[in-house]
């Protein structure tokens, strides 16, 4: 009896251990199904997306989901270390509790229980109170053993919690400087719409190597931490997926239907975009190629491409007048959008759309056209300026 408590503390405590290396300090995503985190993350996730959408109002939903990143952080610190609390008790309980404790004068299994339960506690959280104190040196080993991986875990807490939170800032850093250059929610056909002047292509290509960079953070730090993939951005019409899908599509166009430089570039930041999207739906083992092949609605029907590819010709873009066009579109489509659409599925978030609706107030036209006036009154006073010098000149000769 006393052997099997002890095995089994000490695999409960040995599990917790190389849970936690895996999840905290190993910088690539594990290879193991049976790890303690990603248990814990499919009993809790599907109960709190029922829960939420047992809700008819939107708001609440949004809410309910963005609450779960935060808290099933606090729940998954809480259970390792009551799962430390319990291995380190059973394995104190296995060595016959050897304690002297006033308070345990009965010596029966429940209160040699609480007893050890009492001790790997206030070890494990290195009170140092006094009242129990071992009688064995194997019992003393144990509690040096306890009291330092208590330490060591309030360390890796502490540093783990600000790691979380900066690669979560840089993230959605990217993701609210979009709102000015694609719209909220981001679309392609914005995006290539606010790069429509004079330039633009410079600045759209500086856009592609910035996000670039982005996706190839985003894979490091949320294959490393996936945790970071439950939380949400601050805003409901904004999330870090239906950017990196608008960037996708943004790139997919480029390179298949409009003409110009930034080609290379969208090539480029395209596939690092696509490693990241991948490697995601890999994390939580969303299916295999063929799964994914069946699921999601068309995002872009034929009669969506023809409007499309009318707003883009009245952005004055070069489209290529290959008739193949739309198949190619289809083509690199269906090397990203699957695994996308796989993904927004399992953690509830949506998928841009190809072309923005109208709105009825739009505040990125309306102070383009006050640009736009702007330029045209200084260009009249430059005008009126000018007249007035030559007219002025034009009297002292006469005179």
């Known amino acids: 009896m006393h052997i099997i408590a002890f095995i089994f503390g000490f695999m409960l405590c040995l599990s917790v251990v190389i849970d936690a290396f895996q999840t905290i300090i190993l910088p690539r995503r594990p290879k193991s199904r049976f790890r303690l985190t990603r248990f814990f993350y499919l009993l809790t996730w599907r109960p709190w ?3 939420a959408e047992s809700f008819q109002q939107k708001r609440v939903r949004d809410q309910l989901y963005s609450i779960f990143g935060p808290l099933s952080l606090l729940l998954l610190l809480v259970i ?19 304690f002297a404790d006033s308070l345990n004068t009965a010596h029966t299994l429940i209160s040699n229980s609480r007893a050890c339960l009492y001790v790997s506690g206030t070890t494990l959280f290195t009170l140092g109170l006094g009242d129990v104190v071992p009688k064995t040196h194997l019992a003393r080993a144990f509690l040096v053993l306890e009291s330092g991986t208590g330490l060591g875990f309030v360390a890796l807490v502490i540093g783990f919690v600000p790691i979380l939170y900066q690669a979560f800032s840089r993230r959605e850093t990217s993701v609210a400087l979009l709102d000015g250059r694609a719209g909220s929610p981001p679309t392609s056909a914005e995006l290539l719409r606010r790069h429509g002047y004079e330039g633009g292509q410079l600045a759209l290509i500086a856009l592609l ?3 670039e960079r982005w996706s190839a953070e985003l894979l490091e730090s949320h294959v490393s931490y996936p945790l970071l993939c439950y939380y949400r951005s601050q805003h409901d019409n904004q999330s870090w997926l239906s950017a990196l899908v608008a960037i996708l599509d943004t790139c997919a166009l480029l390179i298949t239907t409009i003409e110009g430089e930034p080609v290379r570039q969208a090539q480029l930041t395209f596939a690092m975009a696509r490693h990241a999207l991948i490697d995601l739906g890999h994390i939580f083992h969303l299916g295999s190629q063929e799964e994914q092949d069946k699921l999601g609605p068309d995002r872009l029907p ?16 070069r489209l290529c007048g290959d008739p193949a066009a739309m198949k190619r579109l289809a083509d690199i489509r269906g090397l990203y959008e699957p695994h996308a659409y796989t993904l927004c599925t399992y953690l509830r978030l949506s998928l841009p759309l190809w072309l923005a609706e109208p709105k009825k107030t739009d505040s990125w036209k309306a102070v383009a056209d006050l640009t736009v006036s702007n330029e045209s009154a200084l260009r009249a006073t430059e005008h009126i300026s000018a007249s007035a010098v030559t007219a002025h000149l034009h009297d002292e000769d006469h005179g």
């Open 209 to 211: 190597i910035e996000w």
């Open 49 to 51: 997306v029922a829960l």
């Open 80 to 98: 390792w270390a009551a799962m430390l609390i319990i291995g380190f008790a059973f394995i104190y309980l296995a060595l016959g509790t050897p």
């Open 302 to 317: 034929q009669k969506e491409f023809f409007k499309l590819c009318e707003a883009l010709g009245e952005m004055h873009m």
